[in-house]
């Protein structure tokens, strides 16, 4: 069992929990009620008894959520103190890419990386970002980490991943004078058509034949479909490079929500 499925445990069990707490406030509330109407001494007093047990469990479980609560806020502070003090490139993003904290290294390289895309940031370093972000963002979320090293024109870049929360993850981005070039991204070595769509919408790779196609990188479905809809099995028209092209659109379902697009002409 990875880190992150850990996370999750722990988030299905704060579910549990406030549903429990609700359970025990409304019986409390049932309790009382019932203790009003019933006038048989013994009756009214066993009801009371059991009502205040309730009350009890609810209050429990009440300040058990808060201090879950303050916990959780004391983890999201001290990992984005973490990042904004990392000596590299560093960013806390969803699981979509976008950026909601980053170190001071990181803000000095890329102005205004907050709210920002990791993949369209490290266009600048990196040739096909989304190829290698999307690659290790799938093996971090099996694994709870991943790294490897990119080699670019400019240099190796060490890039890593760790899974923070289910829809957080730190990334971290270093300069590597040596190292092993990372292999060619899912999707990639295809001749096919091939987009990844985030749960939320947003385009996070792109193979570099449909890259060719379109002309351009896509950030959502809109820029590629008229509408920004589209449906397994059902053909349209795209908006490529030189002209309007007709495909048929095949959807294969991934994990996290995630959706692999092809597109067959």
């Not at 066993?46 to 058990?64: D, E, P, R, Y």
């Not at 034949?209 to 479909?225: H, N, Q, Y």
Request: hydrophobic share 50%; charged share 20%; glycine share 8%.
């Amino acid at each position: 069992m990875t880190a992150i499925d850990h996370r999750e445990m722990r988030v299905v069990d704060r579910k549990g929990l406030i549903a429990f707490t609700s359970v025990f406030a409304l019986f409390a509330f049932l309790l009382f009620v019932a203790a009003v109407f019933f006038t048989v001494p013994i009756v009214q007093a066993s009801l009371l008894a059991a009502a205040i047990v309730c009350v009890f469990g609810t209050l429990k479980n009440f300040a058990q959520l808060i201090a879950q609560g303050r916990e959780a806020d004391s983890l999201k502070s001290t990992v984005e103190n973490l990042v904004a003090h990392d000596p590299d490139m560093a960013f806390l993003t969803s699981a979509d890419g976008d950026i909601s904290a980053c170190s001071e290294v990181a803000q000095r390289r890329f102005a205004g990386a907050v709210g920002k895309s990791l993949t369209v940031l490290l266009t600048e370093i990196i040739a096909s970002p989304d190829a290698v972000l999307y690659r290790l963002l799938t093996q971090a979320e099996t694994t709870g980490s991943a790294k490897d090293v990119v080699a670019t024109r400019s240099g190796h870049f060490r890039v890593s991943v760790i899974g923070v929360d289910k829809n957080e993850f730190l990334w971290r981005i270093c300069e590597n004078s040596t190292g092993k070039v990372s292999p060619q991204g899912p999707g990639q070595s295809l001749g096919i058509l091939m987009m990844t769509f985030g749960s939320r919408g947003a385009v996070l790779f792109v193979n570099e034949t449909c890259r060719t196609l379109l002309g351009f990188r896509p950030k959502s479905a809109a820029e590629v479909f008229a509408d920004g809809v589209f449906r397994n099995g059902c053909t349209y028209k795209i908006k490529a490079a030189n002209a309007e092209i007709s495909v048929t659109v095949a959807i294969v379902e991934t994990m996290a929500g995630r959706r692999e697009i092809y597109l067959i002409p």
